[in-house]
């Protein structure tokens, strides 16, 4: 007998939850997900789920702490009701700058909420464009690792950037960037940055030539944009003619959008991971794109059990 497939969401990106459910024809499950008045969450599961093959959309945005909490009760609901078997599709999965001890007597918080995630009774995970590739093997459950970079190739291309030149924003990103810059038949620079503190860094160098050419600043987040608006001003300085840039996971905490209106970015390309408020959605340096279709697809693909990697083959 097949599965049931059924979809629900938190509060954390609703608007997400109903394009996927659109492109796969499905209505969202009815859960009510509130609080109590003193900020308790409260999450009641108000349809059959028994037996059913159960995907719960919930990115750990802003504000991140309630939104795990919502996901994780979810969860747990899901469970007691005896769903078949339960996804967590997790578009943006806080934590991941958090993966390592690179300072004593810290924590690897990402494993922490990897492990709360899989111990409230998830049966696998779906996510997106995580800080650090190895976080998959933070989950004990089986993870389904998507990329963003078909959405903003695409976007990317149809723009038809003259004498292009991808640059990642440090060392890190460097495989990010020499596989957006493969796909573009395009040219690869690097920038080396010193970080001072969290959030803070100072520019160093840029490896690789920008003189004259559109360079594409490339990372898979943007935070307090710091990183961003210096990386472009280094290479504006170095006399590139235009400086766009493109992230997977919009957080765009404290000056962030202050910090992009001000600054030589000519566009700031992202997905809908997490969605636009206030003042960022009329940000005319902001354009967001869908990743709907490509998560909708990979969650087909999943109740089906064909394959999700040939997605980016």
């Known amino acids: 007998m097949n599965r049931e497939l059924k979809i629900f969401s938190g509060n954390a990106n609703p608007a997400l939850a109903n394009e996927i459910c659109q492109y796969l024809g499905q209505k969202l499950g009815a859960a009510t997900v509130s609080s109590f008045s003193d900020g308790e969450i409260r999450v009641r599961i108000d349809e059959n789920v028994r037996g059913a093959d159960v995907f719960v959309v919930q990115s750990t945005c802003q504000p991140v702490n309630d939104s795990l909490l919502e996901l994780l009760i979810i969860i747990d609901a899901l469970k007691r009701s005896s769903a078949?078997?339960?996804?967590?599709?997790?578009?943006?999965?806080?934590?991941?700058?958090?993966?390592?001890?690179?300072?004593?007597?810290?924590?690897?918080?990402?494993?922490?909420?990897?492990?709360?995630?899989?111990?409230?009774?998830?049966?696998?995970?779906?996510?997106?464009?995580?800080?650090?590739?190895?976080?998959q093997g933070f989950f004990n459950v089986p993870v389904d690792h998507l990329y963003a970079l078909p959405v903003l190739l695409d976007y990317i291309t149809k723009k038809k950037l003259n004498d292009l030149v991808v640059v990642s924003p440090d060392a890190g990103g460097v495989e990010r960037a020499r596989a957006f810059a493969k796909r573009l038949q395009a040219n690869l620079a690097i920038i080396d940055k010193r970080r001072e503190g969290p959030n803070q860094t100072q520019i160093m160098n840029i490896i690789g030539d920008v003189q004259g050419k559109s360079v594409l600043l490339l990372d898979d987040?943007?935070?307090?944009?710091?990183?961003?608006?210096?990386?472009?001003?280094?290479?504006?300085?170095?006399?590139?003619?235009?400086v766009w840039t493109a992230c997977t996971h919009a957080v765009l905490s404290g000056p962030a959008l202050?910090?992009?209106?001000?600054?030589?970015?000519?566009?700031?390309?992202?997905?809908?991971?997490?969605?636009l408020r206030g003042k960022e959605q009329v940000c005319p340096k902001l354009h967001q794109l869908s990743v709907a279709p490509l998560l909708g697809e990979a969650i087909r693909r999943i109740h089906e059990d064909e394959s999700v990697s040939s997605l980016f083959a």
Do not use: W
């Open 84 to 135: 078949n078997r339960i996804t967590a599709v997790l578009p943006y999965f806080g934590y991941a700058r958090q993966d390592r001890k690179d300072q004593p007597r810290v924590p690897i918080s990402a494993k922490l909420i990897a492990d709360l995630i899989s111990t409230a009774g998830t049966d696998r995970v779906l996510t997106m464009d995580l800080h650090a590739g190895q976080i």
């Open 221 to 242: 987040m943007i935070d307090t944009a710091g990183t961003i608006v210096q990386g472009a001003q280094a290479c504006a300085d170095k006399g590139a003619r235009e």
């Open 258 to 275: 202050e910090r992009i209106q001000k600054s030589c970015i000519s566009q700031v390309v992202v997905t809908n991971t997490i969605p």
